[in-house]
C-alpha cells in the first residue's frame, strides 16, 4: 500500500515539472512576423475606413428666393344698393354666382317712374304749342311794328315770351331725361364682374336710395387678384431691383397648408415708406387667378424670385455642417482621405447651397456619414455611381492560405 502511494506521488510530480517546462518555452517562442497583417495595421493607424455618401459639386445659376406670408385681397368689392325709394319685383341673381358687369340683378316697381316720364312728354307737347303761340305773337308785332301800326314795348314783350316758353321747353326735357335715368335704376344690374356673396333682400322688400344698411348683395372680383405682404427693411434693395428689372418678377403663392402648385403671378408694387414700427416694407403682386385657386381674405405663403447668383457652386444641404468657426464641409480627395474645409454659405434653398468659397465645382462633399470623420480620415464611398475599393488580395499564412 505504501508501494502504492510513493508512485502516484512520483507520477504527479514528473506531470507537474513537465508543464512548466513547455509553458516557459511557450513564453520564448516568438512567432514568425506577418507582412501582409503588419501592412494592414499600419494602414489602419486612423482606423478602418468610413463608409460614406458622396455627392459632386456643380456650377448652376441659383435663384435668390424670399419668402413671406401675405394674404390675398381683391382689387374690386361692390355693395349693391338701390337708388330708389322703391318694391323689389324680381330676383335673377342668386347666392354664390358668378356674375358680367351689366347682368341684371334686380328688377324694381317702376310704374311710378313711368307714369311721370308719359306726365313729363306731355308738359313737353304743351309747352311746345306754347312756344309755338309766342313764335307767331312776336312774328305779328314785329310786323306791326315795321308799319308803324304797333309799338318797341309790345315786340320786346312778345319776345320775353317766346324765350320763356322755349326755355321751359328745355326744362321739360331735362326733366323727362331725369326720369328716364330713374327708370333705368328699376333695373338694378352688376357694376363689376366678379361673384355674388350671400343676397340680403327677396322679392316684395321694400329698398330704399338712402339706406345705410348692408345693402342688397356684395360682388367680389375674382380675377384677377392681388397678394399683399410684408418684406424686412433689409430686402428693399432687393425688391426696387426686381421691381424695376425689365422683365416680370415672378411671385408664387401657396394657400396655407394647401398641397397642389401654387399659383403664379408677378410683383407689381412696392410701398414708397418703410413701417418704422415693424421695419418692414409693404408690397403687392398680381395673380390671373384663371383657375379660381385663390381667394381673397386667405393667408398664403409667398415666394419671390428676387434676383439670381449666377455662376455659382451648389451642393447639397446636408453636406454642409455647423462648427465653433462656422460652416464646414467634408471634401473627398484623389486618395479617398476628407478634408475638412470651412465654407462660406451665400444661401439655402431647400435642399441645396450656394457655396461662394471653400468648395469647387467637381468636387465631392461628404453628405452623409459626417460624423465619423476627421481630417484625413480615409472613406469608402459608398453613392451610386462611385468606384467600388479594390479587393483585397490574398495573404500566404502557414499551413495554407488566407484571404
Known amino acids: 500500500m505504501k508501494r502504492k502511494s510513493v508512485l502516484t506521488i512520483a507520477v504527479l510530480t514528473a506531470a507537474v515539472l513537465a508543464s512548466g517546462i513547455w509553458f516557459n518555452a511557450s513564453r520564448g517562442r516568438v512567432e514568425p512576423a506577418d507582412p501582409a497583417r503588419s501592412a494592414r495595421a499600419g494602414r489602419a493607424g486612423d482606423g478602418a475606413p468610413v463608409s460614406v455618401m458622396t455627392a459632386l459639386a456643380t456650377r448652376e445659376d441659383v435663384p435668390v428666393r424670399k419668402r413671406a406670408i401675405g394674404f390675398v385681397e381683391t382689387p374690386a368689392s361692390v355693395v349693391v344698393k338701390s337708388r330708389l325709394d322703391s318694391q323689389i319685383m324680381a330676383q335673377h341673381v342668386s347666392?354664390?354666382?358668378f356674375v358680367g358687369k351689366g347682368d341684371l340683378l334686380f328688377t324694381l316697381d317702376d310704374?311710378?317712374?313711368k307714369a311721370q316720364i308719359d306726365k313729363d312728354e306731355a308738359a313737353i307737347a304743351r309747352d311746345e304749342a306754347t312756344h309755338k303761340r309766342a313764335e307767331?305773337?312776336?312774328?305779328r308785332y314785329q310786323q306791326l311794328l315795321a308799319r308803324n301800326a304797333g309799338t318797341q314795348q309790345s315786340v320786346d314783350q312778345?319776345?320775353?315770351d317766346e324765350r320763356s316758353t322755349a326755355a321751359t321747353i328745355l326744362s321739360d326735357k331735362a326733366s323727362l331725361e331725369a326720369?328716364?335715368?330713374k327708370l333705368g335704376y328699376t333695373r338694378i344690374t352688376a357694376p363689376i364682374d366678379g361673384r355674388v356673396g350671400?343676397?340680403?333682400?327677396?322679392p316684395g322688400n321694400l329698398v330704399g336710395a338712402n339706406s345705410t344698411g348692408t345693402g342688397l348683395l356684395t360682388i367680389t372680383q375674382m380675377q384677377p387678384l392681388r397678394v399683399a405682404f410684408s418684406m424686412p427693411e433689409s430686402d428693399l434693395p432687393v425688391l426696387r431691383r426686381a421691381l424695376n428689372a425689365s422683365t416680370a418678377v415672378p411671385v408664387s403663392a401657396m394657400v396655407t397648408g394647401a398641397g397642389g402648385?401654387?399659383?403664379m403671378g408677378t410683383l407689381n408694387f412696392v410701398d414708397s415708406v418703410?413701417?418704422?414700427a415693424s421695419g418692414t416694407i409693404a408690397a403687392k403682386a398680381a395673380f390671373p387667378n384663371t383657375d379660381l385657386a385663390l381667394w381673397p381674405g386667405q393667408y398664403v405663403d409667398v415666394e419671390i424670385a428676387a434676383d439670381t447668383l449666377t455662376s455659382t457652386t451648389v451642393i447639397p444641404t446636408v453636406a454642409v455642417q455647423t462648427g465653433q468657426k462656422g460652416p464646414y464641409v467634408y471634401v473627398v480627395k484623389p486618395d479617398e482621405t476628407v478634408e475638412l474645409r470651412q465654407v462660406e454659405v451665400a444661401l439655402s434653398d431647400g435642399g441645396h447651397s450656394a457655396i461662394t468659397s471653400g468648395v469647387s465645382p467637381g468636387e465631392r462633399v461628404v453628405t452623409d456619414g459626417q460624423m465619423r470623420l476627421k481630417q484625413g480620415t480615409h472613406i469608402r464611398d459608398k453613392s451610386a455611381g462611385a468606384k467600388a475599393p479594390p479587393a483585397p488580395q490574398s495573404v500566404p499564412v502557414a499551413g495554407g492560405e488566407r484571404s
Open 95 to 97: 347666392d354664390g354666382q
Open 261 to 263: 402648385a401654387p399659383a
Open 111 to 113: 310704374r311710378d317712374i
Open 136 to 139: 307767331n305773337d312776336l312774328a
Open 179 to 181: 326720369d328716364k335715368v
Open 274 to 276: 418703410v413701417d418704422r
Open 198 to 202: 350671400a343676397v340680403q333682400v327677396t
Open 158 to 160: 312778345a319776345t320775353a
